[in-house]
Each structure stands twice: as structure tokens, then as C-alpha cells.
């Protein structure tokens, strides 16, 4: 019974991590725009989803291995699991960040995160008003 609660929840918290993850890649990617040799990273979000809720161990992903050692943030993904944007263009600095895709891709990532949190709030809220007494009346 609980898992029917909880698995809707923890996925989407999952997506959340992952979504938060992407906007700050995207955001460093729009940062870096004039960083001569800059490579624009991204991540796959379907797939870093798929393997986050599918309880596999992601090659080359973050983990603590000591006690001592600091976690990784919720949705943290390493450099192995980032992939490198190439440049609509060639540029002659060497820099592939696209102003336009990144832009798109950062808009995108916004209205689908708070979507997500939307949707947490939404079952958060609807948990708590079932745990609520009625009055019969």
C-alpha cells in the first residue's frame, strides 16, 4: 500500500533532482557564451531519469565511498554522464555554446521543473488532506 503512495512521489522528486541538475548545466552553458574553448554540456534527461528511478548503478556516477567523503547533491551527475553540445556553427574561438538552443532549452527545462514541483506540491497536499479528520455532519 504505501509503495502506490510513495513511488508516484519519489519519481517525480527524482525528476525535480534531475531537472534542477540540467538548469544549472544550461545556465553555465549561457554564462560561458564568450569563454574562448568553451564546450556546452547537457544531459541526457531521459535517460539520467530512466536510471535514476530504475535503481541501476549508473557507470561512473557520483557516490560516497566513505563515511568521511561529502554526498554528491540529489540529481548530481558526473562528467561521464554529461554530454557535449556541438555548435550549430563553427566558431573560431572553439567555444559550441548556441545562444538560441541554449535559450530554448533553458525555457523548456523552467516550465517542465515547475511542473514537477508543481505536481509535489499537488500530492503533498492531497496525502495531508486525506490524513485530516472529517467531521460527520
Do not use: C, W
Not at 534527461?45 to 557507470?59: K, M, N
Amino acid at each position: 500500500m504505501m509503495n502506490r503512495l510513495t513511488d508516484p512521489l519519489n519519481f517525480q522528486t527524482q525528476a525535480l533532482a534531475l531537472r534542477s541538475e540540467r538548469q544549472r548545466l544550461l545556465a553555465s552553458n549561457i554564462a560561458n557564451a564568450d569563454t574562448p574553448g568553451y564546450q556546452a554540456r547537457d544531459i541526457d534527461f531521459a535517460r539520467a531519469l530512466r536510471e535514476a528511478t530504475g535503481g541501476a548503478a549508473v557507470p561512473g556516477a557520483m557516490t560516497t565511498t566513505r563515511a568521511g567523503h561529502i554526498a554528491p547533491p540529489a540529481g548530481a551527475r558526473s562528467d561521464a554522464e554529461k554530454l557535449y553540445s556541438t555548435a550549430a556553427q563553427t566558431n573560431l574561438d572553439s567555444n559550441s555554446v548556441d545562444m538560441d538552443r541554449e535559450r530554448a532549452n533553458f525555457a523548456d527545462n523552467s516550465v517542465k521543473y515547475e511542473a514537477t514541483l508543481r505536481f509535489i506540491n499537488a500530492s503533498v497536499r492531497t496525502t495531508l488532506d486525506s490524513m485530516k479528520p472529517h467531521n460527520a455532519g
